[in-house]
């Protein structure tokens, strides 16, 4: 059983900055965690993910404004956004992969806007 906690969302003016953090906690190993956002009457997308030697790697939307890395603390990850836009408004999601199961957060809320 794997338990994912987000933080960190809030409203920012467009070219502004935000960090998200997400923390799983787990018996077991976690291999991979990521991001992922969906907007109003949209999917959910995917945003980063980070592997367990921190490999990271982005949606192209994204690259080259946000940056995914892993916390000090075990299975801790954080998205740090910046020059965002109006489009990045969406809930965010974090999520766990251990391998069998995909375990997610209940999500945290951005919006760009001025």
């Known amino acids: 059983q794997v338990h994912v906690v987000e933080s960190g969302g809030g409203l920012v003016q467009p070219g502004g900055s935000l960090r998200l953090s997400c923390v799983a906690s787990?018996?077991?190993?976690?291999?991979?965690m990521g991001w992922f956002r969906q907007a109003p009457g949209k999917q959910r997308e995917l945003v980063a993910t980070?592997?367990?030697?921190?490999?990271?790697n982005y949606v192209v939307p994204v690259k080259g404004r946000f940056t995914i890395s892993r916390g000090d603390t075990k299975n801790t990850i954080y998205l740090q956004m910046n020059s965002l836009m109006p489009e990045d408004t969406a809930v965010y999601y974090c999520?766990?992969?251990?391998?069998?199961?995909?375990?997610w957060g209940q999500g945290t809320q951005v919006t760009v806007s001025s």
């Open positions: 787990a018996s077991g190993s976690i291999y991979v």
């Open positions: 980070i592997s367990r030697n921190g490999n990271p």
């Open positions: 999520y766990a992969n251990d391998g069998s199961t995909l375990s």
